[in-house]
């Protein structure tokens, strides 16, 4: 299958040196334009260094803009989501009469947005001029840029405004987590001991979930680690014989859905951070290639990014939650402080609470959303990771990606098993319910 992670920029050039001077219109109709745009914000995302929540914040915003441009373009195909979504009450529409290229401007206005809640400023300004070249360069018409990057304008200025009413900002000065060393609760982890990240994203805007009371689910296991007969000492023991005796197949699995957006390496005095895409990252990589693989038309294609953004937004708000209700230690923790000091998992642990699991969860709501909008029992080949040096892997349907995904992170040693379990099933309730809940396309 042909893979659309390719470098954004040589792939406008590509456009640009292959163009008849006349063919802009065709030029971006090209729904592998918009995948290529994701994957830009994706590697801007990764570059400098955020969170996997708070990336999942930028996914969501800019695919937002980029799907109302096109729904108020074409409103016989699509619907707004102004109504469906918590606080978006309105949306710009079209002016009267204007030339409008609908497709560039949902891609300025995803770019608009992905800039916005990116730092530092102008980290896709390179990539938009070059976007602006090559409808010059392919005939765009002057009058109908103009219109064009006025309309993007306008329908990102409307999202911008709705996105500052989530409660991010206030977030930002909240008190820091107040770490207690009592047995059984989180504390931070080796090798670099992060303090708890995000521990007030519980507090962030829904955008389709009404209440966190909606999904929760059973408390964790009371933490026991001297009764052999307890679940939790059974689930600490499973973990550690597992980490211990992972197969070939086991530890790609780990490494494939792995998505530490910055894992920290120690060798002796040496330490250094390597980067890769986030969870949400990796599932707006599936997004692409689904909709490569299905033949899906722009509009189409900037509606499953929107509804898949969104379905795992209100997931991590739900699992950040239920994380910092319960404040639960991580295996590692037990493990090293009542059974084998030097033992590690195969994945490096991230720095907060381990019940509920976050990559389960909102895996689980992606692949209910990507349903959705590509089908059941749609394979697929993941090449996500390819460039990261991890080989690919194919699945015969979404929900079976997240199936290997719950597996991965007890494989990985930072989650134990029937934590991935629950928060599998969480997930996929969340995501059911975007999926029935959003009016997209007509």
Request: charged share 20%; net charge neutral.
């Amino acid at each position: 299958m042909k893979n659309f992670l390719f470098v954004a920029l040589a792939t406008i050039a590509l456009f640009t040196s292959c163009n008849s001077k006349n063919d802009y219109e065709q030029v971006f109709k090209d729904p592998n334009l918009y995948c290529n745009t994701v994957h830009e914000l994706n590697t801007v995302v990764m570059g400098n260094n955020f969170g996997p929540i708070v990336a999942s914040r930028n996914y969501l915003y800019a695919a937002v803009a980029g799907y109302e441009a096109i729904a108020g373009g074409y409103p016989d195909k699509f619907n707004s989501l102004a109504g469906q979504l918590h606080g978006l009450t309105s949306m710009p529409k079209p002016p009267a009469g204007a030339k409008i290229s609908y497709e560039l401007a949902a891609l300025l206005a995803y770019c608009k947005l992905g800039e916005a809640v990116t730092f530092p400023e102008g980290s896709m300004r390179q990539y938009v001029d070059s976007l602006k070249k090559m409808a010059k360069d392919h005939g765009m018409p002057s009058d109908e840029m103009t219109a064009t990057v006025a309309y993007a304008d306008t329908v990102g200025s409307a999202i911008m405004a709705w996105s500052k009413k989530d409660n991010y900002a206030q977030t930002r000065g909240a008190t820091e987590y107040m770490v207690n060393d009592s047995p059984g609760r989180w504390v931070p982890t080796p090798p670099a001991y992060t303090p708890a990240m995000e521990p007030h994203w519980r507090e962030i805007r829904f955008i389709v979930v009404d209440s966190v009371r909606e999904f929760i689910p059973h408390p964790p296991y009371p933490f026991n680690v001297t009764d052999k007969n307890a679940p939790y000492y059974q689930e600490v023991k499973k973990i550690q014989n597992k980490g211990d005796s992972l197969s070939p197949e086991e530890t790609w699995i780990a490494d494939f859905w792995d998505d530490n957006p910055f894992k920290l390496n120690v060798s002796g005095h040496l330490m250094f951070g390597t980067k890769k895409f986030s969870p949400a990252g990796h599932w707006m990589g599936i997004v692409g290639i689904a909709a490569q693989k299905s033949g899906a038309d722009f509009g189409t294609t900037a509606a499953a990014y929107a509804r898949t953004a969104i379905a795992l937004f209100d997931a991590f708000i739900e699992c950040w939650d239920i994380k910092y209700t319960y404040n639960t230690l991580r295996p590692e923790t037990a493990i090293n402080k009542y059974f084998d000091p030097n033992w590690r998992p195969h994945l490096q642990t991230p720095p907060f609470p381990e019940y509920t699991c976050g990559h389960c969860t909102i895996s689980a709501s992606a692949a209910e959303t990507l349903t959705k909008d590509f089908g059941d029992n749609f394979s697929y080949t993941d090449t996500t990771e390819l460039e990261f040096g991890i080989k690919s892997r194919s699945f015969t349907s979404f929900r079976a990606a997240a199936s290997e995904t719950e597996r991965s992170r007890f494989y990985g040693g930072i989650h134990y098993e029937y934590c991935t379990v629950v928060s599998h099933k969480m997930g996929s309730q969340i995501g059911a319910l975007v999926a029935d809940r959003l009016r997209l396309k007509k």
